[in-house]
């Protein structure tokens, strides 16, 4: 291991903050639902509100599933994007009984990209895999020196890192 990624860890054992619900759980439901509602919304409006309300009247994708999507809207109401409501719903539709365990297989639901598929896998499934978010890549750039990557370049310094 390199003194850089001993110095990270080290950051890491720190300062994450370990306590947040969707950090102390293996249910990838749990896993995913914390990757769709972060995106765009501070931590301490998903941790306070929405998180524990939404797996309170959906506490497994059988139970997203079954809702309609008016329902879904509703609990979402003020986190915005409602976009990201519509495809948390329509993938709870397509896997009622669990998300897939590979980045490809979850690449193809609504609303999953590479990262949120990344997270999945590397903190649900934990698999041994990168996971690039703004500030990852931010690091990345600077540590290598790197002014303009494509994000292609930037998973592979992640990769090789």
């Known amino acids: 291991m390199s003194n850089a990624q001993k110095s990270l860890l080290d950051w890491y054992e720190k300062q994450a903050r370990l306590s947040l619900p969707w950090r102390t ?13 972060l995106q765009q919304t501070q931590v301490s409006r998903v941790e306070a509100e929405y998180y524990p309300r939404f797996l309170q009247r959906f506490p497994t994708l059988l ?4 809702a309609s999507i008016e329902e879904v809207n509703a609990l979402w109401s003020g986190l915005g994007y409602y976009r990201r409501a519509k495809n948390l719903h329509a993938t709870a539709q397509l896997s009622p009984a669990g998300l897939p365990s590979t ?7 609504p609303g999953i990209g590479k990262y949120t598929a990344s997270a999945i896998c590397s903190f649900g499934y934990k698999q041994t895999l990168s996971v690039v978010d703004t500030n990852i890549k931010r690091v990345l750039k600077r540590y290598f020196a790197q002014e303009i990557p494509s994000d292609k370049e930037v998973w592979q310094l992640a990769d090789d890192f």
């Open 25 to 37: 759980t293996t249910n990838i439901y749990h896993i995913y639902l914390s990757e769709i509602m």
């Open 63 to 66: 139970s997203l599933s079954r």
């Open 103 to 109: 980045m490809s297989e979850l690449m193809q639901l």
